[in-house]
């Protein structure tokens, strides 16, 4: 039977599920243990139906949120509804059946009210380690299979009627370096969706079960709705779009990222056909992870800020053959594929720059997401150093890239502090990189520089970034941002260029400088006001040499001024040429 719900409950509802979403974020980013959550926010969470379809979700992960339906739906085969109690918790980090690597554990609480089931809270939260060869568990070079990355769990009860399985806990344990932090997080996790199931019980309680469950339904019907609409304002057609990853580790070859994007009739396809096959490193990215970062660049360019739910979705269809790379058969090994989310964002994002030129943005800086295993001789125990080294946004039509801001996740540039309290180790050094950004109408974001030195001996370094080799594109006659780099320089002072995937050891008294590609501009930079880049010149983001090079403004005098005369014959000169 349907009900009809008033527009004023329904937004009560709507803004309550959001809410959810969101309070369950703060609890867990409140109670978590290691620094992978607390600090570098890698965590998602969302609000199911009673029938495992998605309602609402957190602002958080692209990558965690684009593939959470589809995992509640995988993990709801194992264990069906109508076997689940109050204060269960089933937990899965397959990658086939989750975001994409193992270090990402889902949680799914089933949510009862009066007992009937009702919905379900779903968070998850990339554990610090979970074993496997290296510290971190996303060593991308010499690992050939998914068994070497860490323990796996098929979906699992974890708890049953609010007691935790204390020998599921025990095998975690026993497989992972930092196990105070793991299970810390892992229980933070249950803690969490707790808040959230109580936040759907008290709408429950406010407005009825029926009213409730209508509400929901009208909006993942709604969205629905909304999302075909929007897409239906898109030109129509299939656009193409190709661009590379550097590589899978040393001395091995780029993955070739190709992709077709179709729009017509609602609905946006997006298909790798023609894109590089799975390898043997740690970087595939599983069809759940590929079609996360799908539905975040479609939904960027047509309703950024409409609610993620199951029906704007239903909308978005990801093709990829089965043992590319985009699609990779079990067990491809996958640990380091978080570097491959802005290569499927910035490819899609170049196809439909296509049909949307408007609503799209340059590619980004990329970043660093690296691990280092060290003993903390302060603690007598392991350390992790897990770290985000974060650039600019990629530049759009009438706006610059932003500095040092993540994009297309959720992400944030690790605090120094907080990282030298906990691990063995002084950063140095945290600045942007002048000439870094690509130049255009509007300047692309710069990259982001960060170093620092090992206080102990014998650390296990496991790079992990990208574009070292291909630059971030620029868009609309606008210029690649600068290649990034890593330097590692020997207490001694010898410096020596690292791998961006490369596994390396490192000595007490050594610096690791992590520097990010810059963003790619967008438009003619010879239509760039001058009078932004003189700010740009006195704010350290572009040298006089690169204004006259790049942009054809040429400054003088004290203070620094733009030569007006000279600025309009140089690219006069420089167009003609």
């Known amino acids: 039977m349907t009900i009809q719900v008033d527009p004023v409950t329904f937004s009560v509802i709507w803004g309550g599920l959001v809410s959810a979403s969101a309070e369950m974020g703060a609890t867990l980013r409140r109670t978590a243990y290691s620094s992978a959550v607390r600090e570098g926010t890698d965590y998602s969470t969302g609000m199911f139906d009673a029938e495992g379809n998605m309602v609402s979700q957190g602002d958080y992960s ?6 959470m339906a589809y995992t509640v739906g995988k993990m709801l085969q194992y264990y069906p509804a109508d076997t689940l109690r109050p204060g269960d918790a089933i937990i899965s980090n397959d990658p086939g059946i989750g975001s994409g690597h193992l270090p990402d554990v889902y949680m799914v609480c089933p949510i009862f009210f009066d007992d009937e089931l009702i919905g379900f809270a779903v968070n998850i939260a990339h554990q610090i380690d979970i074993g496997g060869a290296g510290s971190g568990s996303q060593v991308v070079h010499g690992i050939l299979d998914n068994y070497q990355e860490g ?5 699992t009860m974890l708890y049953r009627a609010g007691e935790p399985s204390e020998e599921i806990f025990r095998i975690i344990e026993a497989n992972v370096r930092m196990a105070a932090e793991v299970i ?6 249950y803690i969490a969706n707790q808040a959230g199931g109580a936040r759907m019980q008290a709408l429950a309680r406010s407005y009825g079960v029926p009213v409730l469950r209508q509400a929901m339904r009208d909006l993942i019907e709604r969205s629905e709705v909304e999302m075909r609409e929007a897409i239906n304002r898109l030109k129509s057609g299939t656009y193409h779009f190709e661009d590379r990853l550097d590589d899978v580790g040393p001395d091995t070859e780029p993955v070739v990222a190709k992709v077709a994007v179709t729009i017509a009739d609602g609905t946006v396809t997006v298909d790798w056909t023609g894109s590089g096959p799975q390898r043997e490193a740690g970087l595939n990215a599983y069809l759940s992870y590929t079609n996360a970062y799908a539905l975040a660049a479609v939904k960027a360019v047509t309703l950024p800020l409409l609610p993620q739910n199951a029906g704007l979705m239903r909308t978005i269809r990801t093709v990829a053959p089965e043992g590319c790379f985009f699609n990779p058969r079990r067990p491809a090994p996958c640990g380091g594929r ?6 499927i964002y910035e490819v899609i994002m170049g196809a439909l720059a296509q049909a949307a030129p408007d609503k799209v943005i340059a590619a980004n800086s990329h970043f660093f997401n690296p691990n280092i295993g060290i003993h903390n001789p302060r603690t007598g125990r392991m350390s992790i150093v897990w770290e985000t080294i974060i650039g600019g946004v990629g530049a759009r039509e009438g706006a610059d890239g932003a500095e040092a801001l993540a994009s297309p996740w959720n992400g944030t540039n690790m605090p120094a502090e907080m990282q030298e309290i906990s691990c063995p180790i002084l950063v140095e050094r945290v600045e942007l990189i002048p000439d870094s950004a690509g130049p255009g109408r509007w300047r692309g974001g710069s990259g982001m520089r960060k170093d620092m030195r090992m206080l102990a001996p014998d650390g296990n370094f496991y ?6 080799r291909f630059a971030p ?5 606008g210029k690649p941002g600068a290649l990034g780099r890593t330097i590692v320089t020997s207490a001694g002072g010898d410096s020596r260029a690292v791998h961006s995937k490369g596994n390396y050891r490192l000595g007490e008294g050594d610096v690791v400088s992590w520097q990010t590609a810059g963003a790619g501009g967008f438009g003619d930079p010879l239509e760039r006001d001058p009078a932004a880049v003189l ?12 204004a006259k090079r790049d942009y054809g403004v040429v400054l003088a005098g004290a203070p620094l001024a733009v030569d007006a005369v000279a600025t309009e014959k140089l690219r006069r000169e420089m167009r003609a040429a």
């Not at 810390?184 to 996790?189: E, K, L, N, S």
């Not at 594109?473 to 006659?477: D, K, M, N, S």
């Not at 700010?535 to 690169?546: H, K, Y």
């Open 473 to 477: 594109y620029g868009l609309a006659g």
């Open 184 to 189: 810390g997080d892992i229980r933070a996790q």
């Open 62 to 67: 692209p990558g965690h949120l684009g593939s």
């Open 535 to 546: 700010r740009d010149v006195l704010g350290n983001f572009v040298s006089r040499e690169s």
């Open 338 to 343: 978080a570097t491959v989310s802005h290569r």
């Open 463 to 468: 790079n992990l970034g990208d574009r070292h």
């Open 151 to 155: 323990i796996r769990f098929l979906p």
